[in-house]
């Protein structure tokens, strides 16, 4: 008799890429199901989201020992007790894949939250910026919904948003900020506990449901461009600085991800976003100091 335990699988795609996660047993499934239950959710027939590539294929288990094993395609690329150190590998392969293969549109290294159910802020980055603390921050204090903390696409001549819907990874000092802030009711035990936050070397994967009551989305028509800069031990005030299209077409280049699968490297898609949406630089050191102030930004109305 066969008594292995069950294999469950999920599938993402977007941006014309299909990614196959399997998971050996209850433990492996719930700790897929933390990391990809949303984007499982929102994944479209792969008739219309993926090309004539197989999806590359991850697969994870535990043994009895609580020991986890990782593979790639066949390839163990993990194995440790900490579930955590696997949890953040598995996204971050996921997240560089999707950004090397990606086709159906500009790509971004960027944040994503929505206004309501239709109008959608892009919050473009490099790494350090600030992106998953400002995204954490409006999904806590402001009740907005999650579309993702690290990848957008937005599809050839568009202006939808889509994300790449996972937990948000917010580093040490993030998290430090955000349980400073009255709004973020989240506490290491309590939240550890309740599975809503899984805790690495590093940072935090927190599922956006322990920030706010709000759904989250699978899209959002982008309304908004805002380029955060946090600067926890800077002296100046918040300061929040209109940009030209050059100046956002330029910035916008620097974030995007998959320029080598686009025509002309993806200029002219950025250069309409530039033209279509109003941009902002957002320059801050506290949280705190933001309540209020973005409210004009978010009725800006978008460019003829």
């Known amino acids: ?84 150190a696997v949890a953040e590998l598995l996204l971050g392969e996921i997240g560089r894949h999707l950004a090397a293969h990606a086709r159906a549109g500009p790509m971004f290294h960027a944040a994503a939250v929505a206004l309501d159910r239709e109008r ?4 473009p980055g490099l790494i350090g910026a600030g992106k998953t603390t400002l995204a954490a921050w409006l999904l806590a204090s402001q ?35 955000l349980r400073r ?10 939240a550890e506990a309740s599975g809503a936050i899984l805790s690495y070397d590093g940072g935090r994967l927190i599922a956006p449901s322990a920030l706010t009551s709000a759904p989250i989305r699978t899209t959002a028509r982008l309304h908004l461009i805002l380029f955060p800069h946090y600067a926890p031990d800077a002296e100046a005030e918040m300061e929040v600085r209109p ?33 279509r949406v109003p941009a902002y630089e957002l320059r801050y050191a506290e949280l705190d100091k933001l309540a209020g102030r973005l409210e004009p930004l978010f009725a800006q109305k978008s460019r003829v």
């Open 143 to 177: 009740g907005l919904s999650y579309l993702t903390d690290e990848l957008v696409l937005v599809p050839h001549d568009t202006l939808t948003m889509r994300g790449f819907s996972r937990p948000l990874n917010v580093k040490l000092g993030g998290w430090e900020a």
């Open 181 to 190: 802030h009255r709004a973020l009711a989240v506490a290491d035990t309590d």
């Open 1 to 84: 008799m066969d008594d292995a335990p069950p294999l469950q699988h999920r599938r993402i795609a977007l941006g014309g890429v299909a990614i196959d996660v399997s998971a050996r047993g209850a433990r492996a499934a719930s700790l897929v199901d933390f990391l990809l239950r949303y984007m499982a959710s929102r994944s479209a027939p792969l008739s219309e989201e993926t090309g004539e590539a197989p999806p590359l294929h991850y697969h994870l288990a535990f043994d009895d020992r609580g020991v986890a094993t990782l593979c790639r395609d066949g390839a163990l690329i993990y194995t440790g007790e900490s579930r955590g």
């Open 120 to 123: 959608g802020v892009l919050l």
């Open 243 to 275: 940009l030209s299209k050059a100046q956002a077409s330029l910035r916008l280049m620097a974030c995007l991800v998959n320029a080598r699968n686009l025509p002309d490297h993806g200029v002219a898609e950025v250069a309409r976003l530039a033209r």
